[in-house]
């Protein structure tokens, strides 16, 4: 997101404040400072504070993460008849109970709040729809990855000669992650495709349990400029989540130039794979999908993958930061034209 607020906050007029959560600890990114936006940790807020501060800025525009917050939703209550509120969420709908009574409530409890809605993509758009948003009132493209950064592996990558087969997962060490189901698969095949390696980026519960393999590699966690070597040589990406709302990490590689595997929980693949051009999509789970899956990559020639790779790149252009804020830019521009 860090790279969406550098465009938004590069275009003229617009004066962009980020109030924020801390940094989880198994994802510890440092965030950097910037001329174009500013930061403000929350962790010591109070309501009133947030509130204050949010005055202070005199917004045309606010943007709220979800709607478990109580202090963000005291904000969009003061604001929603004045300007563009806008709710952002990334769950699927599912219609399970829970979200059923989100429909119910939603007219006494989130269009109180919201006037629009902003979702990663088509996952998302049935789900505020249902909440009661018109499609007029919805946009997409919430998740942007930092297309400058891979486009830039992507140029490296063309003119590097990989020596060796890589398969590349970065992600966090938990269950729900489906990194087990990824170690046991890679295993399995191992035998049969001992070119190939394993390496895995990231941190959670289970790093002390990783797999111990002579093909597994663990890098624990790395920051973004760390992890360039390894896409540089990587051949191709698994993400075989069990959940994975959107997945801006597969947005990342597919602008890298990777050809792609990935379970269908994961939203990302609505946007940026395409089954039998760039990569593979496996029902969620599938042990023997995930083993087949692996198994037609293993089997795929260099040149199909570098033919795999640039689709990969060609789809990832669909979102960039520059898109990310002109979405945020037209969300301003549809209040002035009501008013």
């Given at each position: 997101m860090l790279s969406c607020f550098e465009a938004l906050g590069k275009t003229p007029g617009v004066n962009l404040l980020v109030v924020?959560?801390?940094?989880?600890?198994?994802?510890?990114?440092?965030?950097?400072?910037?001329?174009?936006?500013?930061?403000?940790g929350r962790s010591n807020m109070s309501r009133e504070d947030i509130i204050t501060i949010?005055?202070?800025?005199?917004?045309?525009?606010?943007?709220?993460?979800?709607?478990?917050?109580?202090?963000?939703?005291?904000?969009?209550?003061?604001?929603?008849?004045?300007?563009?509120?806008?709710?952002t969420i990334d769950n699927h709908w599912v219609?399970?109970?829970?979200?059923?009574?989100?429909?119910?409530?939603a007219p006494i409890f989130i269009k109180r709040l919201f006037n629009c809605a902003w979702v990663p993509g088509v996952p998302q758009t049935t789900y505020v729809k249902k909440l009661g948003f018109a499609s007029n009132n919805i946009k997409n493209g919430f998740y942007s990855a930092d297309t400058t950064l891979f486009n830039n592996i992507y140029?490296?990558?063309?003119?590097?000669?990989?020596?060796?087969?890589?398969?590349?997962?970065?992600?966090?060490?938990?269950e729900l992650k489906g990194i087990i189901e990824l170690w046991d698969t890679f295993m399995k095949l191992s035998p049969e495709y001992p070119e190939w390696e394993l390496h895995c980026v990231g941190a959670g519960e289970l790093y002390e349990e990783r797999a111990s393999h002579p093909q597994i590699f663990h890098h624990d966690f790395l920051q973004p400029n760390e992890l360039t070597p390894l896409i540089e040589t990587a051949t191709a990406f698994v993400m075989p989540s069990?959940?994975?709302?959107?997945?801006?990490?597969?947005?990342?590689?597919a602008?890298?130039?990777?050809?792609?595997?990935?379970?269908?929980?994961?939203?990302?693949?609505?946007?940026?794979l395409n089954p039998g051009e760039n990569g593979w999509i496996y029902p969620s789970g599938n042990i023997?999908?995930?083993?087949?899956?692996?198994?037609?990559?293993?089997?795929?020639?260099?040149?199909?993958?570098?033919q795999m790779?640039?689709?990969?790149?060609?789809?990832?252009?669909?979102?960039?930061?520059?898109?990310?804020?002109?979405?945020?830019?037209?969300?301003?521009?549809c209040n002035k034209l009501k008013n």
């Amino acid at each position: 997101m860090l790279s969406c607020f550098e465009a938004l906050g590069k275009t003229p007029g617009v004066n962009l404040l980020v109030v924020h959560w801390p940094i989880k600890t198994e994802a510890p990114f440092r965030l950097p400072t910037s001329s174009n936006f500013k930061l403000r940790g929350r962790s010591n807020m109070s309501r009133e504070d947030i509130i204050t501060i949010v005055d202070n800025a005199h917004p045309d525009l606010v943007i709220v993460s979800g709607w478990m917050d109580e202090d963000y939703l005291a904000v969009a209550k003061i604001y929603k008849s004045q300007i563009p509120v806008v709710l952002t969420i990334d769950n699927h709908w599912v219609g399970n109970l829970k979200q059923w009574f989100a429909v119910v409530t939603a007219p006494i409890f989130i269009k109180r709040l919201f006037n629009c809605a902003w979702v990663p993509g088509v996952p998302q758009t049935t789900y505020v729809k249902k909440l009661g948003f018109a499609s007029n009132n919805i946009k997409n493209g919430f998740y942007s990855a930092d297309t400058t950064l891979f486009n830039n592996i992507y140029r490296k990558r063309e003119k590097t000669t990989r020596s060796k087969k890589k398969l590349l997962y970065i992600g966090r060490y938990l269950e729900l992650k489906g990194i087990i189901e990824l170690w046991d698969t890679f295993m399995k095949l191992s035998p049969e495709y001992p070119e190939w390696e394993l390496h895995c980026v990231g941190a959670g519960e289970l790093y002390e349990e990783r797999a111990s393999h002579p093909q597994i590699f663990h890098h624990d966690f790395l920051q973004p400029n760390e992890l360039t070597p390894l896409i540089e040589t990587a051949t191709a990406f698994v993400m075989p989540s069990q959940i994975e709302p959107w997945g801006v990490v597969l947005h990342e590689m597919a602008a890298a130039g990777l050809p792609l595997i990935a379970s269908d929980a994961v939203g990302a693949t609505t946007m940026f794979l395409n089954p039998g051009e760039n990569g593979w999509i496996y029902p969620s789970g599938n042990i023997s999908a995930l083993f087949n899956s692996f198994k037609e990559l293993f089997n795929t020639s260099d040149s199909d993958l570098d033919q795999m790779g640039r689709k990969s790149h060609q789809l990832a252009s669909r979102l960039t930061p520059e898109i990310w804020a002109e979405t945020a830019h037209n969300f301003l521009l549809c209040n002035k034209l009501k008013n």
